[in-house]
Nanobody, 121 residues
Framework: QVELEESGGGMVQTGGSLRLSCVASGRAVNEYFISWFRQAPGADRELVGISAWSGGPIYSDSVKGRFTISRDNAKNTVYLQMNTLKPEDTAVYYC???????????????WGQGTQVTVSP
């Protein structure tokens, strides 16, 4: 069992920045891939990036070069630094955990409650 809690969402203007945090708790958390997804109204849940507790993160093409995933292993926390935000980044952002690597949301069985990010024009 893994529990995830996101924080850090909010409203920002185009070109601004936000940092989201995902605190993970539970048994053997460091064995899980922790990923960020987002879901805009009326759209499917979309992968933002994947982080393992060792090795570099993987990003979707839509955020590559603007978003950065990092980890603080001592705090069991994964961060999503979002720079140069665009209105199309507006969505609910979720962190999710899976014991196996996967790009699809149905690979993940543990989810946080989500945090809203709104980017105004």
């Amino acid at each position: 069992q893994v529990e995830l809690e996101e924080s850090g969402g909010g409203m920002v203007q185009t070109g601004g920045s936000l940092r989201l945090s995902c605190v993970a708790s539970g048994r053997a958390v460091n064995e899980y891939f922790i990923s960020w997804f987002r879901q805009a109204p009326g759209a499917d849940r979309e992968l933002v990036g994947i982080s393992a507790w060792s090795g570099g993160p993987i990003y979707s093409d839509s955020v590559k070069g603007r978003f950065t995933i990092s980890r603080d292993n001592a705090k069991n926390t994964v961060y999503l630094q979002m720079n140069t935000l665009k209105p199309e980044d507006t969505a609910v952002y979720y962190c999710a955990a899976s014991i196996n690597f996967g790009r699809r949301s149905d690979n993940y069985i543990y989810w946080g409650q989500g945090t809203q990010v709104t980017v105004s024009p």
